[in-house]
């Protein structure tokens, strides 16, 4: 490597890189079968428990949990677009000053670089997909076919289900598979009502709990929630799922894991004689100094883009372009899902009915458009679902109600109406044009060329938006809410911003078209597997990370069953 010499360390089993969602649960899995495994993380070290801000009121945090003008202008410019990041979460992000990316057409990256990646972060929502979403490229022509069927990972659903806990209630609906599921976290008076007035005037849609990766029961040393509503900041019970509180234990326990932190993956090191991956380049985040560690396999869980600018920096004369990549497909069709769509209004009665406590979870409204039969329309392909919620207007009314003195004190004595709100998310069709590559000059602190990223809405994406404005205000009518107000913020919104970019190394059939093969292994190189984002071949709406988890899952049991086999 030119500008480094390089020390050469030690030989593991696995290698896996990102220790995130994806990667703890790689290091999980490939540790409790055996494998000396080495779990390699471009950020700090980061111990359970030691959330600084979790229990911290609004006034005991300096700026009232607000970011700082200069801090926001200089050093999150990126990621406070995106409203996931403040005073109280900021040290769970990365400093977009630090990590520069290029947005070749405006695209948010949020990233959390530590030990646990965006597993502190992340909103807990795991809906499963349904046979209809990995059916639907072939059925549609839209993208490549997927090399699975719901049939092939629903296991694999179960199995990590079970491990982590999820909550949430059976759906009732076409549209999506239920989960193996603890007791649901219960819908208020207002959603209550607002799911009977749905499931009356439309039939086929209802509204449940939305599945959650938070106990509502016990599981293997971990509490139920208790409802204190500050999830973002890192939960000290490690009552939802973290790599902290779930997958990193259960690898600690076998005795084979190997945690580094402070290692920026810089490439995957690839052997032209046989073909195969043999270990990686890691620059120390400190020392800078190039460190190679050797393995019989390697797994890539650096998040979506991360993996695939692993991949495109892991050149070679076989692989000029980036490692397995004889289709040219690596680093295009780059999908997020699309949202800032809804609609809220104040529903009637129901001022006898309160509610305690900060239920972690919001409401669903499962996907209900193109599901067959007369949900089928003409303007777009694929699908959207909701959440929301709906809850009593606080005290905060009181600056635009009108009146004074002591008539509007006794007014703001009890809470206000209720307000039901529902926010849509929906699919992004995969496209070649959206696409990320690495500049050929500029390269960060670690050395590492940086990452352009290109990447805008489609037209099936705007008219879906329509529908999904309009479907709200039509639910909103038929459970007699007044004050409606509907709303597209489309020119607030761009890809990332909903935070589950995927795409980028796909899974296909065909080594033509497609980077990955139908257990996430590279098709150019066997012992080399990607059980990130980056494998998605279309995005589906429901939220990614549990598909992560489970393809994570049978993946590794793919890999070491071919290891045995003497096959990698
Ligand atoms: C506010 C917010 C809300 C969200 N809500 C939901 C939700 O409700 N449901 C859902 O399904 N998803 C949600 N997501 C998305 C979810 O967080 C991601 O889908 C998930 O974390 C992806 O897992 P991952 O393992 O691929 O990446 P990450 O969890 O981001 O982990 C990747 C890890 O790889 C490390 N890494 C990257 N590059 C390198 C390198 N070169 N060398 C070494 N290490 C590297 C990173 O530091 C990081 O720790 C949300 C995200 C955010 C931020
Ligand atoms: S609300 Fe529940 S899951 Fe969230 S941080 Fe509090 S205890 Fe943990």
């Given at each position: 490597m030119k500008g480094f010499s390089i020390i050469k360390k030690?030989?593991?089993?696995?290698?896996?890189?990102?220790?995130?969602?994806?990667?703890?649960?790689?290091a999980k899995e490939l540790t409790e079968k055996g494998l000396k495994t080495l779990l390699l993380e471009r950020g700090r070290a980061q111990e359970h428990g030691d959330y600084p801000t979790q229990s911290k009121r609004v006034w005991e945090l300096p700026n009232r949990g607000r970011m700082?003008?200069?801090?926001?202008?200089?050093?999150?410019?990126?990621?406070?677009?995106?409203?996931?990041?403040?005073?109280?979460?900021?040290?769970?992000?990365?400093?977009?000053s630090e990590q520069p990316y290029v947005e070749d057409?405006?695209?948010?990256?949020?990233?959390?670089?530590?030990?646990?990646?965006?597993?502190?972060?992340?909103?807990?929502?795991?809906?499963?997909?349904?046979?209809?979403?990995?059916?639907?490229?072939?059925?549609?022509?839209?993208?490549?076919?997927w090399p699975i069927r719901y049939d092939d990972i629903a296991p694999w659903y179960d199995y990590v289900e079970r491990?982590?806990?999820?909550?949430?209630?059976?759906?009732?609906?076409?549209?999506?598979?239920?989960?193996?599921?603890?007791?649901?976290?219960?819908?208020n008076a207002g959603e209550k009502y607002f799911r009977k007035c749905i499931e009356d005037s439309f039939p086929g849609r209802t509204m449940t709990i939305f599945p959650m990766a938070i106990l509502t029961e016990a599981l293997n040393g971990r509490p139920a929630c208790h409802y204190c509503g500050n999830c973002p900041r890192g939960c000290l019970t490690g009552s939802y799922f973290s790599t902290q509180s779930t997958t990193l234990p259960a690898a600690q326990a076998t005795g084979n894991l190997t945690l580094r932190p402070d290692s920026v993956v810089h490439s995957v090191i690839f052997d032209e004689q046989t073909d195969r991956a043999v270990g990686v380049r890691v620059i120390d985040h400190h020392s800078k100094e190039m460190i190679e560690f050797y393995s019989k396999v390697v797994f890539l869980c650096a998040s979506a883009l991360g993996s695939t600018q692993i991949l495109l920096n892991s050149k070679s004369p076989r692989f000029p372009d980036g490692l397995a990549n004889s289709s040219g497909t690596l680093g295009?069709?780059?999908?997020?899902?699309?949202?800032?769509?809804?609609?809220?209004?104040?529903?009637?009665?129901?001022?006898?009915?309160?509610?305690?406590?900060n239920r972690p979870a919001p409401t669903y409204i499962p996907r209900f458009r193109n599901v067959g039969g007369d949900t089928d329309r003409d303007d777009y392909i694929r699908g959207f679902h909701y959440g929301g919620g709906a809850s009593r207007i606080g005290w905060g009314r009181g600056s635009s109600e009108l009146g004074m003195g002591a008539e509007l004190k006794e007014k703001l004595r009890t809470p206000g109406p209720w307000r039901m709100s529902i926010n849509a998310f929906g699919e992004m069709l995969p496209n070649y044009d959206n696409h990320?590559?690495?500049?050929?000059?500029?390269?960060?602190?670690?050395?590492?060329?940086?990452?352009h990223v290109s990447a805008a809405f489609g037209e099936n994406e705007l008219a879906m938006r329509k529908d999904m404005k309009d479907s709200a205000g039509e639910m909103l009518e038929a459970a007699?809410?007044?004050?409606?107000?509907?709303?597209?913020?489309?020119?607030?919104?761009?890809?990332g911003d909903a935070i589950h970019e995927m795409g980028t190394a796909r899974m296909g059939r065909d080594p033509k078209d497609s980077v990955l093969n139908g257990w996430n292994q590279a098709h150019d190189v066997p012992n080399l597997f990607v059980t990130d984002g980056a494998c998605m071949t279309s995005s589906a709406c429901q939220n990614p990370s549990i598909t992560y988890m489970a393809l994570t899952a049978r993946a590794c049991d793919y890999a070491v069953e071919s290891m045995k086999r003497g096959e990698l």
């Open positions: 030690e030989t593991y089993d696995a290698i896996v890189v990102g220790s995130g969602v994806s990667g703890g649960w790689a700082t003008p200069d801090e926001i202008e200089n050093v999150y410019p990126v990621q406070y677009r995106s409203g996931a990041i403040s005073e109280a979460t900021k040290h769970f992000h990365v400093k977009d057409k405006p695209f948010i990256w949020v990233r959390g670089d530590q030990v646990g990646g965006r597993s502190l972060i992340w909103g807990r929502g795991v809906p499963r997909w349904s046979p209809m979403d990995f059916e639907a490229p072939a059925k549609d022509g839209m993208g490549i076919d491990f982590i806990g999820v909550n949430g209630e059976p759906m009732k609906s076409r549209a999506i598979k239920d989960g193996v599921f603890q007791k649901p976290m219960e819908l295009h069709y780059l999908m997020d899902h699309h949202f800032r769509v809804g609609g809220s209004g104040i529903l009637p009665g129901m001022e006898d009915k309160y509610y305690i406590g990320v590559y690495l500049d050929s000059e500029k390269t960060d602190q670690w050395g590492i060329p940086l990452l007699g809410a007044t004050d409606i107000s509907t709303y597209d913020a489309i020119s607030r919104t761009v890809p």
